[in-house]
């Protein structure tokens, strides 16, 4: 068995040294580890990918608001507006922001989710490997093995840093979750270990110092829409690694950054509501109507 993987370095150098994906590398590893097969291993993703799948065709399907009232009908209002005017940048994108948008609503309407890494990040891994596998004609076994290396770079991470905003800020919760998707993304189109880890490099190093300021206390402003840009975001990363640009700053150094950020950001900007959107004029407007 091969030991336990716990860096960036380490997944490089495994898979260069057996000629394995990272999805292959790591699901042989979660198999050996859990005490099962391959096949159970990757039937238990590919039930994830059915709950995403199903909580996208849930959340474009609905306008229903939260509980709160502060979010719900923004998907739909983006399925109006492209049935009447297309986005600039193609349909690809349009499936990203709605099914982004779908997921995060779903969440915010206590509708079932994955979470992935965390559920005010949920629509972000949904939205790109299911957005943009119709735009590649893919199979669902190449949406199983994404998802896999999804998992796997947001494993790593997790080694160093807590996939929490109460922790290290929305930089280790939408942030990581757009450094999933760039990573897959980037394996879904062909890219090596090398340029699909630089994805990822990418998009958690323009991401670092994101706050976590939820107004009321909610996953709701402004997480929801942060889905949405944070997984186009993630598709600029994986753009940028497949014409040969590279994070100057090595993958390992940049999750050390992430991790020395969060320990210096002030604990008011970490989902404590204390700072930030959280404490503008009209978020304690919003929350004084919420207490009432």
């Not at 709950?51 to 209002?77: F, P, R, V």
């Not at 100057?248 to 999750?255: F, H, R």
Request: hydrophobic residues 40%; aromatic residues 2%; charged residues 20%.
């Amino acid at each position: 068995m091969e030991k336990l993987i716990n860096t960036f370095a380490e997944l490089s150098s495994c898979c260069t040294r057996t000629g394995k994906t990272i999805w292959q590398a790591a699901q042989e590893r979660e198999a050996d580890q859990n005490d099962m097969t391959i096949e159970d291993f990757r039937n238990i993703v590919k039930k994830n990918l059915t709950a995403m799948k199903e909580a996208i065709q849930n959340g474009l399907n609905s306008n229903e608001m939260s509980m709160s009232g502060l979010c719900g009908n923004d998907c739909s209002k983006l399925i109006e507006r492209y049935k009447n005017e297309r986005s600039l940048l193609g349909k690809t994108f349009e499936r990203i922001t709605t099914y982004a948008l779908a997921t995060s609503e779903e969440n915010i309407r206590m509708g079932k989710i994955v979470a992935c890494p965390t559920a005010g990040s949920c629509g972000i891994v949904p939205a790109v490997i299911i957005g943009v596998s119709d735009e590649l004609n893919l199979d669902e076994e190449a949406l199983i093995n994404a998802l896999i290396t999804a998992g796997e770079v947001g494993r790593i991470v997790s080694n160093k840093v807590a996939l929490a905003g109460a922790v290290a800020g929305c930089q280790a919760e939408c942030g990581v979750a757009s450094a999933m998707s760039a990573a897959a993304l980037t394996q879904m189109r062909g890219g090596t270990i090398d340029e699909i880890l630089n994805a990822m490099a990418l998009a958690i190093k323009n991401l670092l110092g994101l706050t976590c300021d939820p107004v009321c206390g909610l996953v709701e402003v402004p997480c929801v829409k942060r889905n949405p840009f944070l997984a186009i975001h993630a598709v600029t990363a994986s753009e940028l690694a497949l014409s040969g640009i590279t994070s100057k700053i090595p993958p390992d150094e940049v999750i050390d950054a992430l991790e020395q950020t969060g320990k210096l950001m002030s604990p008011t900007l970490k989902e404590s509501s204390q700072a930030g959107l959280a404490k503008t004029r009209t978020a304690i407007d919003l929350e004084k109507r919420l207490l009432k």
